[in-house]
């Protein structure tokens, strides 16, 4: 299972790159969309996939039986869910915002703070 | 239990949603905003004063003892960041009574303003990895607010990159988490640093490493990938800018400090040659960035670039010494570099423009201001006896002793570069006649109220750089004393989890 993990982590990571290379400032943030999943399937990876019970302690023990899921990982994913997914609701509104005002979605005319 | 430890995160979260709840009355935030910095203050230097007294405070959040819980942890260095982050809340706070407007304050500028620095204390203060990338986050999504506000066309264009290169560098230190994690199986910094100190696999990380310097390299600015910030900081309002060049960009040299003396140590000879040569490229790129400019905050801008490169040099160099003069830098610059970026905002108000062409006459009618201008503008420079001597004193006298000439050298031009930048701006906006296209009216303007509130920031932080100046020898020690706690890390390791390493 990790190998397939891992590579689908990898394309993730080249589509958002390769996204987030374009012009376009609407296939900028599908970009830092698809990046933060890729990052949370890394997590979800890196630390281990263990085919397991969910990790309950039975009542009077002091350790789990058996081979348990670590819960962390996932514990993880799920903040870093809940924060992508907020910052990435300011980052449409901001686009949307980006483009009533400057009324271009091209990232080659957004160049009047560079220089 | 030692409440101090998490009181200047509450403080500000308190007051950021009590602010909320005021919400109709612009006043009543005004208020509630000042007391609740002032009570930032006062809390930090509780921290500080309970650091110097047992070394680290520690508290296990919800009972749960490390590495299991989240812990909040005080050292030298977090107390020390926390007393600034408190100096600058109570300095922009008193500026935005007079600077902000009505239109941003109806946009949730003041609770904004206390969940950033909620958000900064708390990266300061966390003992934990992960719940360093969640106060990173809280941070970063009020930074994107405030920057924002007003909503002008060169607004949006900044915004577009901060936020993009932020998140980017989000990502990366979310993936470097999850490497981390799948390598050691904890997240307590203390834990991590004991497991790593025991493992072999020395190239993967390495590469986490690295993966940690790409991410923390794009918040504090550094070398390549520091681009967005002179693109976005002037754009906002200027208090917010004063706010951000004081506090946001420290955050990442901080994180730098902490995961590079603590977690990362094994291989200096790699990680810390890398970061020489990211702090000597920084210091040259922003200031030739800044000599290029005429714009009154873009110069500014390209300084806090150039200046990060100090305090990076601080760290590459990894002697006790280097270390002192890194977190004095730090000191400084979070002082200096607010206290300019408001100066220029009292411009701006005096004249309505922040182009340096347009600028001028200011000396002729505002004398005292000027010398205000020149403390911090000097002191940045690094002209004796003002702090910043003292801080590029001690990280180049550290150079010199580690022998790395090169580094040594450029750190000596571009001190003289900023001299240079600091001149530009004087000569243009102070010393010389008021352009005639210049509506001058402006400067007339009676010692109102108003502009009292933005004076007195501005001369409690120029005070502030001349008592460093003058009276280093306590500011000195204190620096001394946090890099003794960041050369030691089994400290830091014993006060977490209580075993020795």
């Given at each position: 299972m990790e190998p397939i993990m891992a590579i689908v982590a990898g394309c993730l990571y080249a589509a958002a790159i390769y996204m987030m290379l374009r012009r376009s400032i609407v296939k900028l943030v599908i970009g830092l969309m698809l990046l933060s999943n890729a990052a949370n399937l890394l997590i979800f990876t890196s630390a281990g996939m263990t085919r397991g019970a969910p990790p309950l302690i039975p009542v009077g023990a002091m350790q789990p039986e058996g081979i348990i899921a670590d819960p962390l990982p996932q514990a993880l994913i799920l903040t870093a869910i809940v924060i992508a997914f907020g910052v990435l609701a300011f980052a449409v509104v901001l686009i949307h915002r980006a483009y009533n005002i400057i009324h271009t979605d091209n990232l080659d005319q957004m160049k009047d703070t560079d220089t | 239990m030692s409440p101090e430890v998490a009181l200047p995160i509450i403080i500000p979260l308190l007051t950021g949603t009590l602010t909320l709840l005021a919400w109709r009355s612009n006043s009543v935030q005004k208020i509630l905003s000042v007391i609740g910095s002032i009570a930032l203050l006062i809390a930090s230097i509780w921290l500080l004063a309970s650091v110097r007294e047992t070394g680290h405070v520690v508290m296990y959040m919800g009972g749960w003892v490390a590495p299991y819980g989240i812990t909040l942890v005080a050292d030298m260095l977090s107390a020390i960041m926390v007393v600034l982050t408190g100096m600058m809340a109570v300095a922009i706070a008193i500026f935005s009574l007079s600077s902000a407007s009505a239109s941003h304050e109806r946009f949730g500028y003041y609770p904004l303003m206390h969940l950033l620095l909620a958000g900064v204390a708390g990266s300061f203060l966390t003992g934990d990895i992960f719940n360093l990338y969640v106060w990173f986050e809280v941070m970063l999504v009020a930074s994107f607010a405030l920057l924002i506000l007003g909503g002008e066309r060169a607004q949006m264009e900044g915004a577009v990159k901060y936020v993009t290169l932020n998140l980017l560098s989000s990502a990366i230190f979310l993936s470097a988490i999850g490497l981390l994690y799948g390598l050691v199986g904890t997240l307590n910094m203390a834990d991590i640093a004991l497991k790593l100190s025991q493992a072999e696999n020395s190239g993967l990380v390495d590469v986490i490493a690295v993966m940690f310097m790409v991410a923390f390299g794009i918040k504090a600015a550094a070398f390549p990938l520091f681009f967005w910030l002179p693109a976005s900081y002037h754009t906002g309002p200027v208090a917010v800018s004063a706010l951000f060049a004081g506090l946001l960009t420290k955050v990442g040299v901080y994180a730098l400090f902490r995961v590079f003396t603590l977690?990362?140590?094994?291989s200096p000879e790699f990680t810390h040659q890398l970061l020489l040569w990211v702090a000597a490229l920084t210091m040259i790129t922003g200031v030739l960035g800044a000599a290029a400019q005429f714009e009154f905050r873009r110069i500014l801008s390209f300084h806090i670039v150039s200046q990060i490169g100090y305090m990076i040099l601080g760290l590459a160099l990894f002697t006790p010494l280097a270390i002192i003069g890194g977190v004095f830098y730090i000191m400084h610059h979070i002082i200096v570099k607010t206290n300019l970026f408001l100066i220029s905002g009292i411009a701006h108000r005096l004249l309505g423009t922040y182009d340096l062409k347009k600028l001028g006459g200011l000396y002729k009618t505002r004398p005292f201001l000027s010398v205000m201008f020149l403390v911090p503008a000097l002191s940045l420079a690094g002209l004796p006896p003002l702090s910043g001597f003292f801080a590029k004193f001690i990280v180049i006298r550290a150079g010199v002793e580690a022998e790395a000439w090169v580094v040594t050298g450029v750190a000596l031009l571009v001190g003289l570069l900023t001299l240079y930048s600091m001149i530009k701006i004087w000569a243009e906006a102070f010393w010389k006649k008021l352009p005639e296209e210049t509506d001058g009216s402006g400067l007339q303007q009676a010692m109102t109220p108003s502009l009292a509130a933005l004076y007195l920031p501005v001369i409690l932080l120029a005070a502030c750089t001349l008592f460093i100046g003058l009276n280093g020898q306590p500011i000195y020690l204190m620096a001394e004393f946090s890099a003794q706690q960041l050369m030691n890390p089994a400290g830091y390791i014993e006060a977490v989890l209580g075993v020795k390493p």
């Open positions: - | 977690i990362f140590n094994q």
